[in-house]
């Protein structure tokens, strides 16, 4: 076992850098072999490709970029010429929450409904279909609670007849439909609804077959919306990109415009609801105040009628006017109390939880006002963010806490500002009081008429001041803006899909890997062995060499004396390599393989003569008893042999020895005639002795000994052998017959082991010198019957 483990230091000892290099080469040219199938892959993956490309619809993406207005400054209540600031109430400081708005189902619904996009007209095509959208030259439609309540889309087939007639048949399996409708407009009954044809104004006559596909909205909603992108610029900047993915170009541009028209009208909706409320407000409050200031005035008038006043006293002029002015104060801080206490009463009121709170009605405390301001921002903005996002989304809640709080900052506000109005009239009460008890001759009548006309004065301001109010609401309404500006109309930015340099190179990608995977799938289930990969996997045998195949069908003798092939080379690695692993004083090698078919006679025969061309003595001991082939392999006609010896017919071993007839140096010992206890023969102490005798005249026996996997007497003759070598062959040995060796040589059964790889395609032997050439004799039975043993 030294010579063993001698031999084997220098073939598996390399580096491990060394040995990655040689498995990365054979990996290399494991799959260069089927570079054919490679070619294939990639020219079938680009054709693929190419007709892919070439009847695939194209997808355009339209672009299109707006800016948001920013007023988060812009508080203030508006006055009658502050119209601007009217224009801009409720406009947005939140550019993200504007870009969910933009994209909710309310606007993109609005959208679907104004383009008509549910209903589509398709031309069928040779290569593609093409959506005529507004060039159809028939609308055809169906009312908007019928298809709601589509289950699936209905499909017809519509071609105009004449100009003012058309034909329509159904393309679906539960909807009989087969008419001309001889005139148009005409109306179809179906049990999915109601379905209107109308003659499109403007459009010539087509007499193609139109696809007229009729699909539900909430489908078409969810559809738009997964091709819709909204981005903002940058995170300073109130700008929006718009981005819609479409077949159809016009289709695109008309989205994204009608998308912002729509998004606008909405957000000037949402204001006008502030105002829209106020102006409710002040309404009912003038109605209540011109019923009272009637009564009021009809009271002074009975009273002054009554008494038969015309003018107050002269001398009392004085004293009046300083009663006046502080009876004036009065007047204006009862107007104030009145309004604060209705607004008290609206807030408190559960039915206007959730409805926008006046702010335009005369109060004059500008935190309340502000307060009031910024709770009916906040409350549109829920509305708005209602329809794109769900109740428990962080932005809800943190919207919903901030709403609550300020309603309770407002209701805090009105109780301060009923107290401090409360508190200045009081003050001016007694103020007036104190002028009026310097009026104590003044006659009870005059006193009586100047209640009545403080009364009266109350009721009319009051009665001016909502009517302003009310005009200045007017003009919050009418004067409207656009909340989202467009900076860039709605163009074509190019194709997004399919990508042809994407597209080819994913082509090119997996026709390169697709055979690489069949290939690698396929030797994970290979059992046989292919390469020298799969056998030092394996393999706990030493290497000792690998024979290339040999193209030679009826010739079995592989090198000659000058031979360079590479099989001859071969060889002569394995005779050098052998020569070490023997050393000096070991003589015999026994050949073997594990099942027949393997080619372990024909490297016998060929090592046997590689050493007998280095003008050594070789003798070839046909021991494989059971079905020799060495003789039929040279050609020799000798019909004794050892047999003959070892059942003691023959005394003399020697005179069995026959030349070779290749080599003067090289002689065989047939095995004889086949005896029917082979085994038995084996045994007999007489092999020693034969093999003792040629020892001495020889200097190297090589035994061809039977498959040892079949039948022991390998094992048996094992005895007389210094070393084994061990042949398997690629593409014909399974692996294992490796592992079978691995466990003959840990019981220790062969003697020195040696391990050949024979029949090998892609030959390179263990230096990574790579011959150009291929040898082989063929895969059947038939065609190699000189290489079976």
């Not at 400081?93 to 383009?115: G, I, P, T, Y």
């Not at 030092?536 to 045998?541: C, D, H, M, W, Y």
């Not at 466990?743 to 010198?769: I, P, S």
Request: aromatic share 6%.
């Amino acid at each position: 076992m030294n010579e063993q483990s001698t031999y084997a230091n220098p073939a598996s000892a390399a580096g491990k850098g060394e040995e990655e290099e040689i498995s990365l080469v054979e990996l290399f040219w494991k799959y260069v072999r089927y570079w054919k199938w490679i070619v294939l892959g990639v020219v079938v993956a680009l054709l693929v490709a190419g007709i892919y490309l070439y009847f695939a619809t194209p997808v355009y993406k339209v672009t299109s970029s707006v800016i948001l207005k920013d007023v988060q400054s812009a508080q203030k209540t508006p006055t009658i010429g502050a119209i601007d600031e009217l224009a801009l109430l409720g406009a947005v400081n939140n550019v993200e929450d504007e870009a969910f708005v933009m994209k909710s189902k309310a606007v993109v619904q609005a959208v679907v409904d104004r383009l008509d996009l549910h209903t589509s007209y398709i031309v069928a095509g040779r290569i593609k279909d093409t959506d005529l959208y507004t060039q159809s030259p028939v609308i055809v439609a169906m009312e908007r609670s019928e298809l709601d309540n589509l289950k699936e889309a209905i499909e017809l087939e519509m071609a105009m007849v004449s100009a003012s007639s058309v034909r329509v048949k159904s393309l679906m399996p539960g909807l009989s439909v087969d008419t001309v409708f001889t005139s148009l407009p005409a109306l179809l009954h179906t049990s999915y609804g109601n379905i209107s044809f109308t003659r499109r104004e403007g459009v010539k006559p087509d007499y193609r077959k139109l696809l007229v596909t009729i699909r539900r909205p909430e489908a078409v909603i969810r559809a738009c919306r997964a091709n819709l992108d909204i981005q903002q610029a940058n995170r300073q900047s109130s700008v929006l990109n718009l981005a819609y993915n479409t077949p159809y170009p016009s289709i695109g541009r008309d989205f994204l415009n009608t998308l912002i028209e729509e998004y606008n009208n909405q957000a000037i909706e949402d204001k006008n609801m502030e105002a829209l409320n106020t102006q409710k407000f002040i309404n009912e409050r003038i109605a209540i105040i011109d019923k009272e200031l009637s009564e009021a005035e009809q009271n002074v008038e009975e009273y002054k009628r009554s008494q038969g006043l015309t003018d107050l006293q002269a001398d009392l002029a004085r004293t009046m006017q300083m009663s006046s002015q502080y009876e004036q104060q009065l007047v204006e801080v009862e107007s104030q109390l009145s309004i604060v206490k209705s607004l008290r009463d609206y807030v408190n009121n559960p039915a206007n939880v959730d409805q926008p709170i006046p702010v335009n009605i005369g109060i004059e405390d500008p935190t309340l006002n502000a307060t009031i301001s910024e709770y009916n921002r906040l409350l549109l903005q829920r509305q708005r963010l209602a329809q794109s996002v769900t109740p428990d989304n962080p932005v809800m809640r943190k919207l919903e806490d901030e709403i609550a709080g300020l309603r309770t900052s407002i209701n805090s506000s009105i109780s301060s500002v009923l107290q401090g109005l409360t508190t200045r009239r009081r003050d001016l009460m007694n103020q007036s009081n104190l002028y009026s008890g310097r009026i104590g001759s003044m006659p009870t009548q005059e006193r009586e008429f100047l209640d009545l006309s403080r009364e009266q004065q109350i009721k009319a301001n009051l009665f001016l001041m909502l009517l302003q109010k009310r005009e200045e609401n007017a003009l919050a309404l009418a004067a409207v803006a656009n909340k989202a500006k467009v900076l860039d109309e709605a163009t074509v930015a190019g194709k997004v899909a399919p990508r042809t340099s994407i597209v080819l190179a994913a082509a090119l990608l997996l026709g390169l890997l697709l055979p690489g995977v069949i290939i690698y799938v396929v030797s994970l289930f290979q059992y046989r062995i292919e390469s020298r990969a799969d056998v030092e996997k394996i393999a706990k045998v030493p290497l000792l060499a690998e024979i290339p195949r040999y193209e030679e069908e009826d010739e079995n003798i592989a090198i000659a004396k000058d031979d360079r092939s590479s099989i001859a080379e071969a060889f002569r690695m394995l005779r050098t390599s052998l020569m070490l692993a023997l050393g000096g004083d070991k003589k015999v090698v026994l050949f073997t393989s594990t099942v027949s078919g393997e080619g372990k006679t024909f490297v016998a025969i060929n090592t046997a003569l590689s050493l007998a061309l280095l003008n050594k003595k070789v003798v070839i001991v046909e021991l494989d008893l059971r079905i020799p082939r060495v003789r039929q392999y040279i050609h020799l006609e000798a019909k004794s042999g050892i047999t003959n010896y070892l059942s003691g017919l023959e005394d003399d071993v020697e005179q069995l020895v026959v030349p070779s007839g290749i080599n003067e140096n090289l002689d065989v010992l047939p095995s004889g005639p086949i005896p029917p206890n082979p085994a038995e023969l084996l045994t007999h102490p007489t092999l020693d002795k034969a093999i003792a005798r040629l020892c001495e005249r020889y200097d190297y026996i090589v035994i061809d000994s039977p498959p040892v996997s079949q039948v022991a007497d390998t094992l048996i003759v094992n005895r007389v052998s210094d070393a084994t070598v061990y042949v398997c062959r690629a593409g014909y040995s399974s692996k294992n017959s490796l592992r079978f060796a691995n466990d003959l040589m840990e019981e220790g059964r062969l003697k020195n082991m040696l391990l050949v790889v024979n029949d090998v395609k892609d030959f390179h032997h263990g230096y990574g010198y790579r011959y150009g050439y291929r040898y082989g004799y063929g895969n059947d039975k038939a065609k190699k019957k000189h290489r079976k043993s």
